[in-house]
């Protein structure tokens, strides 16, 4: 079980640059390409990765399928709440400009924090599929 | 072309390499005709999750597809009459690449001119996506949702035997 | 000449048959949904070379004037691509489920196992 050993270290070096791109690209969505799908498929990948290397029981006890479908809804929650806070503060549903003093600046943080939502929902749901999928015993048939 | 060999080999575990590989090539596709956030996203999700579910589902399933018994006439005269169609049709579309396509006028010139000022943020495709189409991107964002409460229902309870004699619980999930 | 501005969507219109192809003539169940993937790229492919201006750039904001893509089916695709990712999942998912029930993938024996219940 040698060859293992590369395969472990390896994935430790990793796990945390990967980490840091998919954090990267969701905040870089701005200035070049990126944004919530790309950055929470990237950040999902990295513990699929973790999962495939140590196993599906050590990566389910550092991030429980409870979780990552807690993450999933809580996306959906953050992106219609900002629509929701857009509404008490006067404007529209979803008109970012309302949020702060000045509009442009409302756009920059109303699209910080939908991108956010859709971050979180993403990675949940990437997560989700595949402890699923790999959870699931084979049939004898 | 690989989207034939994909039609042609049996060996599915060959399959959804291939599959992957597709993905991969058509992420480039895009990246040549100037579409790198759509590049990035088919790269990540096509080539990533594509490939890694349906290897999943292939430990799952079994990797063999059995041979086709009869040359199936039916659905090659349907797709070379739709094909025919389509092409027939793609007579009357605009010529790749031209500015003056009905495409990139009314809406997308408004987009690429105001969006500096109103927004302020220099990737237009996030512009688009989070604030001018926001409400798409909620719903968007509602039917991964859907689609994550559908897998778990079908796939995160126990398996039950389904014997004839009725349903027993397996050893568990 | 005018014909050759046209190549884009043969080649769309080619991926998208064969696509097509595999979706209704293969009975396996996994080949149907592979070739519905197929099928979903060359839509995308579509798209993006309609968008796409000669001699343009990637619609990010640069100083200065520029001639920029069309920003407005990147979008559209972008939807379009992680949809398409639920899809496949939900479509795997009842693959395995049908697995697990009939005991076997191919459409051919699960029509017969149904005719014989």
Known sequence: MEDRVILRVGAKILIPHILLFALYVQFHGDYGPGGGFQAGVIFASAFILYALIYGLAHAKRVLPLGFASFCAALGVVIYAGVGVATLLKGGVFLEYGVLRHDPVHGQELGILLVELGVFTTVFGSMVAFFYSFTGRRKSRS | MTAVALLRIRNLFAVVMLAGIYSLLSAGLFTVMDAVDVAFTEAAVGAGISTVLMLGTLALVGRKEKAPDRHPVLPLFVVLVTGAALVYGSLDMPPFGDPDNPIHQHVAPRYLEESGEEIGVPNVVTSVLASYRGYDTMGETTVIFTAVVGVLLLMATRRRRWTEEGKGDDDGG | ?117
């Open chain 3, 1 to 117: 000449m005018r014909v050759l501005g046209l190549f884009n969507y043969w080649i769309f219109i080619f991926l998208m048959m064969v696509g097509f192809y595999t979706l209704i003539s293969r009975g396996n169940l996994v080949k149907k949904i592979v070739g519905l993937n197929i099928f979903q790229t060359s839509v995308f492919i579509l798209y993006i070379s309609m968008g796409k201006v000669r001699g343009g750039t990637a619609p990010i904001l640069m100083e200065g004037d520029a001639v920029y893509s069309n920003p407005l089916p990147h979008v559209l695709i972008l939807t379009a691509i992680v949809v398409g990712v639920a899809t496949t999942a939900l479509g795997l998912s009842l693959v395995v489920r049908i697995k697990e029930a009939y005991g076997t993938i191919e459409e051919d024996e699960i029509q017969a196992e149904d005719l014989r219940l």
